[in-house]
Each structure stands twice: as structure tokens, then as C-alpha cells.
């Protein structure tokens, strides 16, 4: 599975973290950023939501030190479900209520191995669809 990638300067050490541990299991495309420079959360949670939305195989992780820019941003995209998640259980909740395509952590606040652990619980989740699908199917306006 492909996954884009992409975080602020809150979460690039994160990132990295993420990739090294998951880059076996996933083809990543990282949007950047790449460095700890100060940068505006925006430019990266729209390249991601772009690139997952046009690449219906794809899903996306997005980060930065609350996860709440990222989310907001990224949400603006019809199309798009990010869902910020903190823990495993919000984060299979996520995919399996929600079918959430892109998973937002705060790095501020999580240890990247809890990071690690959310992400799993992402992936290995499946959407339950039946009365979560009428609801997301409301989302868009």
C-alpha cells in the first residue's frame, strides 16, 4: 500500500520514526517537510489530501504537534476523512466508523512508540460500512 506522508517541523523527527519502522511494510512518498526550519502546516496537509484523494489506493499520515492543524486543513478536501488519533483504539475506531483515509498524530503529545501503536491499529483496522456508511455518505454538503 502506498502511503503519503507528511508533517511540519512539530513532527518531522516523527516521521522519520514512522518511516524507518514501517518502510518494510509500506511504500511511503513523504510531501515533506524535511526539515525542523519552521514551516505553515497548510502546504503539507493539502499535498497529502491531494495526492491520497487522487490515488484511490492510497491513504495518508499526517503530523504535527497537535494534530488539530492538520486535521482541519486536510478535512477541507471533499473526499477526505482525517481522523486525529492518539491512541489504538481511537485510531481503529477511525478507520472501522469512520473509514478514515488519512490518520493525523500529535507529536507533541504521543511517544513514538504509542505512535507506533496507533498506526498499527489504523492499518489492521477495516471499515464495518452498513450504518457507518449512510452516515459518512452525509459528510460531504
Not at 110 to 137: K, V
Amino acid at each position: 500500500m502506498k502511503i503519503y506522508i507528511g508533517s511540519d517541523h512539530a513532527g518531522v523527527d516523527l516521521k522519520a520514526l514512522i518511516k524507518e519502522r514501517f518502510g518494510g511494510r509500506f511504500e511511503f512518498e513523504d510531501m515533506g517537510t524535511l526539515t525542523t526550519d519552521s514551516v505553515d502546516y497548510p502546504d503539507f496537509a493539502h499535498k497529502v489530501a491531494e495526492n491520497v484523494l487522487a490515488d484511490g489506493e492510497s491513504q495518508g499520515i499526517l503530523i504535527c504537534g497537535t494534530g488539530n492543524g492538520m486535521a482541519i486543513t486536510a478535512n477541507k478536501h471533499a473526499g477526505i476523512r482525517a481522523a486525529l488519533c492518539w491512541s489504538p483504539d481511537i485510531a481503529a475506531l477511525a478507520k472501522q466508523h469512520n473509514n478514515a483515509n488519512i490518520i493525523v498524530l500529535p507529536a507533541r503529545f504521543i511517544s513514538p512508540e504509542t505512535a507506533f501503536e496507533t498506526l498499527e491499529a489504523f492499518f489492521n483496522a477495516e471499515f464495518e460500512g452498513g450504518r457507518h456508511q449512510r452516515r459518512i455518505d452525509k459528510i460531504n454538503i
